[in-house]
């Protein structure tokens, strides 16, 4: 099955940057959309950003838009999310997921692997 690990986060003054990995087995990012999800407390599940292996083409949250940048390595088989320009409400813990969607791909319940997480903080 597929398995999913996010690294990368923490502590950022506002208008920082940080750069977040998930690293993927059990399937090629190359092969299957890769999909990154955000959750804020007491908020749902948010999409972030998506890569469409069928067409190549992203796709952002309307929050993130012109700030966050969604890519991969394959030869480390390897989702990233390049964040700048962080604000407050960017707190959350990010997550990551691959894999054909069984909805619309900002759609939490689409989804049926997640990984553990990964805590970012904008002061």
């Known amino acids: 099955h597929v398995q999913l690990v996010e690294s990368g986060g923490g502590s950022v003054e506002a208008g920082g940057s940080l750069t977040l990995s998930c690293a993927l087995s059990g399937d090629t990012v190359s092969s299957t959309d890769m999909v990154w999800f955000r959750q804020g407390p007491g908020k749902e599940r948010e999409g972030v950003a998506n890569i469409y292996k069928t067409s190549g083409l992203r796709y952002y949250g309307n929050s993130v838009k012109g700030r966050f940048t969604i890519s991969q390595d394959n030869a480390k088989n390897t989702a990233y999310l390049q964040m700048n320009g962080l604000k407050p409400e960017d707190t959350a813990i990010y997550y990551c997921?691959?894999?054909?969607?069984?909805?619309?791909?900002?759609?939490?319940?689409?989804?049926?692997?997640w990984g553990q997480g990964t805590q970012v903080t904008v002061s």
């Open positions: 997921t691959a894999g054909v969607p069984g909805g619309n791909w900002y759609d939490p319940s689409a989804w049926q692997y």
